[in-house]
């Protein structure tokens, strides 16, 4: 018969609970890396795939300003630097909302996926499409350029998603190695430039939620969460309501 010592062998107390600004920090190293890593490829290869698709369509224009100060045609240096810095710019924030909202979706892993999947693409395509751009008025056809500017951030989201959700995983490496390793990965955040408060306003909300999550009684929790996602479809609803507006006016 096991003695008390032989259990407490057995059954070994399971580890003291991290603090809650290491938890964060493991958290907003995780996302931030993979939304870097994405929004460099997504933002920056298939950016500059899709402006050169763009000025092959449009050899007339070659040249002209667009409205990110790209020269429609010209490969650049300074413009492919440029290009980059803001994929991965994009990249970080798309991260930090990913962070944020990912506990919000409903269903099952691939329908949270897809409900992410499409209000980032309405939201960010009603931000990005205007009928007031050189974009969308010089280059043809019509059609093309809202088609890409809503392409990208629907390829970048579920990309995201596959990467960041790995890399969250418990047992994944950011979960596992000692912090004195993870914690410098947040200095991929020098690149944000005039972005890089919006990451001490990451770890202030973390914190936050962190300690006050706890003391919430189940019903307030899902008052909370229900509330916010009342709040994303109205977003949602608003901002397809403008980008539909907006590819009427450009096509």
Do not use: C, K
């Not at 870097?36 to 369509?57: D, H, S, T």
């Not at 410098?184 to 430039?193: E, S, Y």
């Not at 509330?227 to 009427?248: D, E, P, T």
């Amino acid at each position: 018969m096991p003695t008390a010592q032989s259990q407490q062998v057995l059954d070994p107390a399971p580890p003291p609970p991290r603090p809650a600004l290491e938890r964060v920090v493991r958290a907003l190293a995780a996302a931030s890396l993979a939304g870097a890593v994405v929004g460099l490829v997504v933002g920056g290869v298939g950016g500059r795939l899709a402006m050169g698709l763009l000025a092959r369509l449009n050899p007339e224009d070659a040249g002209r300003i667009t409205d990110d100060g790209f020269r429609i045609g010209q490969l650049t240096a300074s413009g492919t630097l440029n290009l980059l810095g803001a994929a991965v710019q994009a990249g970080l924030t798309g991260a930090l909302l990913y962070l944020a909202l990912r506990r919000l979706a409903l269903g099952a892993p691939a329908v949270r996926v897809a409900s992410l999947t499409l209000g980032g693409a309405v939201v960010v395509g009603a931000f990005l499409v205007h009928p007031q751009g050189r974009d969308f008025r010089i280059l043809g056809p019509d059609w093309l350029p809202v088609l890409l500017f809503v392409a990208l951030p629907a390829v970048f989201v579920p990309l995201l998603a596959l990467l960041a959700e790995r890399w969250l995983a418990p047992g994944s490496w950011f979960a596992t190695a000692r912090l004195r390793y993870v914690a410098p990965l947040l200095l991929v955040w020098v690149l944000a430039g005039l972005l890089l408060p919006l990451l001490g306003l990451a770890v202030v909300v973390g914190l936050v939620h962190q300690r006050l999550a706890p003391t919430l009684s189940t019903g307030a929790r899902a008052a909370v969460a229900w509330s916010a996602r009342v709040l994303l479809v109205a977003l949602g609803l608003w901002a397809l309501w403008g980008l539909v507006g907006a590819v009427r006016a450009v096509t």
